[in-house]
């Protein structure tokens, strides 16, 4: 298998300031990785691509400047919720894209944001 | 746009009794993924099917990857009460960019009475 790590698993913050949250692939590289946030009870809505090196790919509906991603390293990618307000409380999870001979991804634990 | 369509929605059973899921969709998949969420936790990969027609087992989980690769199916056997969870399927398509983003089903959720 392997093993795809955020941090922190959970943040509350106040109204106004900015997050960052970690995502990390522990045992293999990952050129790519993904950016998604779930609501209560619906299915995971990708944000963004995270492409290492390059700029990120955000889907339709997504603001590129309330959400920063930075890919620096082929095991580490960040998401910046900035100037956050309490509609962006939500569950976020990333993904890890392991392509080898195979094309498959992983996920971590998640993120639990509360703005208040 | 692509999607897939996963059935049921829910499903309540008791335990021992064998449970089965599906996907299917209106576009082809050069991959199928199947993953389990825990409340409060991130997706965990179950079975990874890349190729049309397999069937792969992962303990008491079986899939398969349909041979007009538009569908899928998971089984799991003799349920447990840790079974209980929601379950997604998920489609790679692997088109022009290759992009490797995922399509996903809209869950099912399985509840275990002991």
């Known amino acids: 298998g392997a093993v795809v790590s955020q941090h922190p698993s959970w943040v509350i913050c106040k109204s106004g300031t900015s997050v960052k949250i970690e995502c990390r692939s522990l045992?293999?590289?990952?050129?790519?990785m993904f950016w998604y946030r779930q609501f209560p009870k619906q299915s995971l809505m990708l944000m963004a691509t995270s492409n290492e090196g390059s700029k990120a790919t955000y889907e339709q509906g997504v603001e590129k400047d309330k959400f920063l991603i930075n890919h620096a390293s082929l095991t580490l990618s960040t998401l910046t919720v900035t100037s956050a307000h309490p509609e962006d409380s939500s569950f976020y999870i990333c993904?890890?894209?392991?392509?080898?001979?195979?094309?498959?991804?992983?996920f971590g634990p998640g993120t639990r944001l509360t703005v208040l | 746009g692509q999607q897939l369509n996963q059935s049921p929605q829910s499903m309540f059973i008791q335990e021992g009794e064998d449970v089965s899921m599906n996907c299917t969709s209106s576009?082809?998949?050069?991959?199928w993924l199947w993953y389990k969420q825990d409340p409060g936790e991130g997706p965990v990969l179950l079975i990874a099917?890349?190729?049309?027609?397999e069937l792969t087992s992962n303990g008491r989980l079986t899939a398969q990857f349909g041979i007009t690769r538009k569908d899928s199916f998971l089984n799991i056997s003799a349920s447990i009460p840790s079974d209980v969870g929601i379950y997604f399927c998920?489609?790679?398509?692997?088109?022009?960019?290759?992009?490797?983003?995922?399509?996903f089903g809209q869950g099912t959720t399985l509840q275990v009475k002991p």
């Open positions: 998920a489609g790679l398509v692997h088109g022009s960019g290759n992009t490797g983003k995922l399509i």
């Open positions: 045992d293999f590289q990952a050129t790519t």
């Open positions: 576009s082809i998949f050069n991959t």
């Open positions: 993904s890890a894209r392991k392509w080898t001979s195979t094309d498959t991804q992983y």
């Open positions: 099917l890349y190729k049309a027609g």
